[in-house]
């Protein structure tokens, strides 16, 4: 029955409650919708939503109902940023749309950086009809192989050359006035357009032959290219999808730009009424990562702290001045080991985890990789590091005041568990030159350091094979480490000496 599952305790407002009041209410008790009874009858709901509506009004935002088509050629631009054989590819695909009588657009990032002038190699293309028909066609002139989800009516066409291609299928829609206003020809397309996250990512651009370079602009793109703002096109975007939040801010500082106000207060909306809390882990983590794999990544996290968005990463995460300077010596631990040239795999988006997770309680830190659904290997490293890696740090810093170098030996024990991330992300949390080196003699050298000896070459020399093989390899190591012994004869006199009787 209903009434097992139902909750019975929740608060209520009149007609006559005041909006703040109401804010009040949908905040404190978290309550999504607040019934509103008028002599204990229920009379109407308010929902989150209907209040976010009320709050932001609607001035500021790209409306669609007032979204007008300016159109512009980029015929001149095109060549002048872009290299001739990606050109050429485009203008193939303008034939082919043509031959096969589709309307096939280029969209999004290629578009909107075209106009900053600025060479974008991501192709997106919409097509209205069937994209993935389309897609096919493609990549069979191309001679390229094509990945298709049938389901979502996109294809991804990748070229020989390297050059990948985005599909994605605008459903042709159908009015009863004539096809000549332009609302009614660009229909589809616009209502694809209006589903993107902010006007400057609304600009599309023609490919046909006929209309060739031909740029569409309904929702104030340009215009807002040219402000240097980052606006949504309407006052739910936010609720519509949360992640916009933290796209929002990429995109502000990636292209320097500012969030526009009335956009900014839709978003300090959405996070007051942790909407932004509603998204999913991956999702979170997934925009996460694209903003830490920007080039300027302290401003953007220093906007995320500053908007309040940090604690839907984690409940008490913060970006404060030590988080800034831990941020900046991570970044010149990682120039510094790519420098190296070492080649082995190395995932930077960890080490700015650790960073940015540095000050967590473990057990905030523990639920927190979950809550992100990350990958097995990533929560063990970010969870079950720490603790060693804070350890050694500690003893290293110990041994560095005692001695200033301690025995290589010793260095190679305390960081041998470690992860190169881990490895990096200690660097840059060294407080001392002294620990520095150490930590950098253990990446470049220590590490790879090994005895000729092994436990065939004992066996050999009579030893009976058991446990005290390790402590023997260990001790001929050591030795190694600490520059005692460095052949492979030296090694086996050092066995015949201490361990053969
Ligand atoms: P980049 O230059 O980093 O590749 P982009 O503009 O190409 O950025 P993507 O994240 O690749 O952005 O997304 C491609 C397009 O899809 C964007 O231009 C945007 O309009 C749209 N888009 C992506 N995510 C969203 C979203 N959450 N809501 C609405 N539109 C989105």
Same mark, same amino acid.
């Given at each position: 029955?209903?009434?097992?599952?139902?909750?019975?305790?929740?608060?209520?407002?009149?007609?006559?409650?005041?909006?703040?009041?109401?804010?009040?209410?949908?905040?404190?008790?978290?309550?999504?919708?607040?019934?509103?009874?008028?002599?204990?009858?229920?009379?109407?709901?308010?929902?989150?939503?209907?209040?976010?509506?009320? #709050?932001?009004?609607?001035?500021?935002?790209?409306?669609?109902?007032? @979204?007008?088509?300016?159109?512009?050629?980029?015929?001149?631009?095109?060549?002048?940023?872009?290299?001739?054989?990606? #050109?050429?590819?485009?203008?193939?695909?303008?034939?082919?749309?043509?031959?096969?009588?589709?309307?096939?657009?280029?969209?999004?990032?290629?578009?909107?950086?075209?106009?900053?002038?600025?060479?974008?190699?991501?192709?997106?293309?919409?097509?209205?009809?069937?994209?993935?028909?389309?897609?096919?066609?493609?990549?069979?002139?191309?001679?390229?192989?094509?990945?298709?989800?049938?389901?979502?009516?996109?294809?991804?066409?990748?070229?020989?050359?390297?050059?990948?291609?985005?599909?994605?299928?605008?459903?042709?829609?159908?009015?009863?006035?004539?096809?000549?206003?332009?609302?009614?020809?660009?229909?589809?397309?616009?209502?694809?357009?209006?589903?993107?996250?902010?006007?400057?990512?609304?600009?599309?651009?023609?490919?046909?032959?006929?209309?060739?370079?031909?740029?569409?602009?309904?929702?104030?793109?340009?215009?807002?290219?040219?402000?240097?703002?980052?606006?949504?096109?309407?006052?739910?975007?936010?609720?519509?999808?949360?992640?916009?939040?933290?796209?929002?801010?990429?995109?502000?500082?990636?292209?320097?730009? @500012?969030?526009?106000?009335?956009?900014?207060?839709?978003?300090?909306?959405?996070?007051?009424?942790?909407?932004?809390?509603?998204?999913?882990?991956?999702?979170?983590?997934?925009?996460?990562?694209?903003?830490?794999?920007?080039?300027?990544?302290?401003?953007?996290?220093?906007?995320?702290?500053?908007?309040?968005?940090?604690?839907?990463?984690?409940? @008490?995460?913060?970006?404060?001045?030590?988080?800034?300077?831990?941020?900046?010596?991570?970044?010149?631990?990682?120039?510094?080991?790519?420098?190296?040239?070492?080649?082995?795999?190395?995932?930077?988006?960890?080490?700015?985890? #650790?960073?940015?997770?540095?000050?967590?309680?473990?057990?905030?830190?523990?639920?927190?990789?979950?809550?992100?659904?990350?990958?097995?290997?990533?929560?063990?490293?970010?969870?079950?590091?720490?603790?060693?890696?804070?350890?050694?740090?500690?003893?290293?810093?110990?041994?560095?005041?005692?001695?200033?170098?301690?025995?290589?030996?010793?260095?190679?024990?305390?960081?041998?568990?470690? @992860?190169?991330?881990?490895?990096?992300?200690?660097?840059?949390?060294?407080?001392?030159?002294?620990?520095?080196?150490?930590?950098?003699?253990?990446?470049?050298?220590?590490?790879?350091?090994?005895?000729?000896?092994?436990?065939?070459?004992?066996?050999?020399?009579?030893?009976?094979?058991?446990?005290?093989?390790?402590?023997?390899?260990?001790?001929?190591?050591?030795?190694?480490?600490?520059?005692?012994?460095?052949?492979?004869?030296?090694?086996?006199? #050092?066995?015949?000496?201490?361990?053969?009787?």
């Amino acid at each position: 029955m209903i009434s097992e599952i139902m909750s019975s305790e929740f608060a209520h407002a009149t007609p006559a409650t005041d909006i703040k009041e109401l804010q009040e209410m949908i905040l404190a008790q978290r309550q999504r919708f607040i019934p509103i009874l008028e002599q204990e009858e229920l009379v109407g709901v308010v929902t989150r939503t209907d209040l976010l509506q009320q #709050l932001v009004g609607n001035n500021g935002t790209a409306s669609a109902s007032k @979204s007008r088509l300016k159109r512009k050629n980029l015929g001149r631009l095109l060549p002048e940023i872009v290299p001739t054989d990606l #050109l050429e590819r485009l203008k193939q695909l303008g034939e082919m749309a043509e031959k096969f009588d589709h309307k096939v657009y280029l969209v999004g990032g290629f578009v909107r950086d075209l106009l900053l002038r600025k060479l974008n190699d991501d192709i997106d293309i919409v097509v209205e009809g069937d994209g993935i028909a389309f897609a096919e066609r493609v990549a069979e002139q191309l001679k390229g192989r094509i990945k298709a989800h049938r389901k979502f009516g996109t294809a991804v066409v990748i070229c020989p050359a390297g050059l990948k291609i985005d599909v994605a299928t605008a459903r042709i829609e159908y009015y009863a006035s004539p096809a000549a206003l332009p609302e009614v020809e660009y229909a589809s397309i616009r209502h694809d357009l209006y589903r993107r996250d902010f006007s400057i990512n609304t600009l599309a651009m023609i490919l046909n032959r006929s209309k060739f370079g031909q740029m569409i602009d309904f929702f104030g793109g340009q215009r807002d290219l040219k402000d240097r703002s980052i606006r949504v096109l309407h006052n739910l975007s936010f609720v519509e999808d949360p992640t916009r939040a933290f796209r929002a801010v990429r995109f502000e500082q990636r292209l320097g730009f @500012s969030i526009g106000g009335q956009t900014e207060r839709l978003l300090k909306n959405a996070v007051a009424m942790r909407v932004v809390g509603r998204v999913g882990g991956r999702r979170i983590l997934n925009e996460l990562r694209h903003i830490l794999g920007e080039d300027q990544v302290v401003p953007a996290l220093k906007r995320l702290d500053n908007l309040g968005l940090l604690p839907f990463v984690s409940p @008490s995460l913060v970006f404060d001045a030590d988080a800034e300077k831990l941020f900046s010596a991570a970044e010149k631990a990682r120039n510094w080991f790519e420098l190296l040239y070492t080649g082995e795999p190395f995932e930077p988006f960890l080490v700015d985890l #650790l960073c940015l997770f540095d000050r967590l309680p473990r057990r905030e830190l523990k639920r927190t990789v979950v809550a992100l659904e990350m990958k097995m290997s990533w929560q063990k490293l970010l969870v079950d590091e720490i603790v060693p890696a804070r350890k050694s740090l500690a003893a290293l810093e110990r041994s560095c005041m005692r001695t200033r170098q301690p025995a290589a030996s010793k260095i190679y024990h305390w960081l041998r568990p470690l @992860s190169l991330e881990t490895l990096i992300f200690l660097l840059a949390r060294a407080k001392t030159e002294e620990v520095r080196r150490a930590v950098s003699h253990y990446v470049t050298s220590l590490r790879h350091q090994q005895t000729t000896v092994d436990g065939h070459a004992l066996t050999a020399m009579g030893l009976t094979p058991g446990a005290a093989y390790a402590q023997i390899l260990k001790s001929l190591l050591d030795a190694r480490l600490d520059g005692k012994i460095s052949t492979a004869e030296e090694e086996i006199a #050092l066995v015949k000496k201490q361990f053969l009787k």
